[in-house]
């Protein structure tokens, strides 16, 4: 079984700080993929990242930037100098590999960004 | 423009009145799924299919069924939808799971259903 676990239900941090939304996860699984989406307050999801178990590059996309440890089964999301804008719940995901199928969510992180 | 789409977004109901919401993707995907989202729970796998005529059960498909006829279309369809149905409906489908791009699901905007 997979699972992935946000243990923070809630962050709120006043724009300009850094925030670091952690993430979790388990699979018996040697090749795996995590992502993570956003979800602002109009409900659609947002597609951020995808990374493969065997890629452990950090990656740094504008103001984001996501932390992969395998030795810890961790994948954290920080936002730097964060924005209203980045108002939203955050989800982190996992897929197995090719014949497992589910995509397992956490159970999000809502995001609040205080101007 | 690349889409998955859903219909209908919103829709209120009658406990045992049959419903089906319909799912749709223009970008030639192979793999489709549905998902439930409720507070504190997350979204959680309901079905999902990987390619045309095959599905299969994903963490919660009780009460759920679907069908895949077409590539493009996967309609869930709740037979005698229930008060503990009332959720958030997303739609998603990939590529193709044998493609390193293909792990990516893009996401409809979702259906938000009320059972009375």
């Known amino acids: 079984a997979q699972k992935v676990t946000q243990a923070q239900t809630e962050i709120s941090v006043v724009e300009k700080e850094d925030v670091t939304l952690d993430c979790v996860y388990e699979?018996?699984?040697?090749?795996?993929?995590l992502f993570w989406y956003k979800q602002p307050p109009s409900g659609e999801l947002v597609f951020l990242i995808r990374?493969?178990?065997?890629?452990?590059q950090n990656e740094i996309s504008g103001r984001y930037s996501w932390n992969f440890q395998k030795s810890t089964s961790s994948f954290n999301f920080t936002i730097t100098a964060s924005q209203v804008v980045d108002s939203a719940v955050y989800f982190c995901?996992?897929?197995?590999?090719?014949?497992?199928?589910?995509?397992?969510f956490g159970t999000g992180t809502r995001l609040t960004i205080i101007p | 423009e690349a889409q998955v789409t859903q219909n209908p977004r919103y829709l209120i109901t009658v406990t045992g009145k049959k419903l089906t919401v319909t799912c749709s993707q223009n970008?030639?995907?192979?793999?489709m799924s549905w998902y439930r989202q409720d507070p504190g729970l997350g979204l959680r796998q309901i079905y999902y299919?990987?390619?045309?005529?095959?599905?299969d059960k994903g963490d919660v498909p009780e009460g759920y069924k679907v069908s895949r006829k077409e590539k493009r279309n996967f309609p869930l369809i709740l037979e005698s939808p229930s008060p503990n149905q009332t959720s958030l409906y997303f739609c998603?489908?990939?590529?193709?799971?044998?493609?390193?791009?293909?792990?990516?699901?893009?996401f409809g905007p979702g259906t938000r259903l009320t059972v009375l």
């Open positions: 998603a489908s990939s590529l193709s799971i044998s493609s390193e791009t293909g792990h990516e699901q893009f």
């Open positions: 699979t018996r699984d040697t090749t795996y993929y």
């Open positions: 990374r493969n178990s065997f890629d452990e």
């Open positions: 995901a996992l897929k197995g590999d090719f014949g497992n199928e589910k995509l397992t």
């Open positions: 970008m030639n995907h192979e793999y």
């Open positions: 299919s990987m390619n045309v005529e095959v599905t």
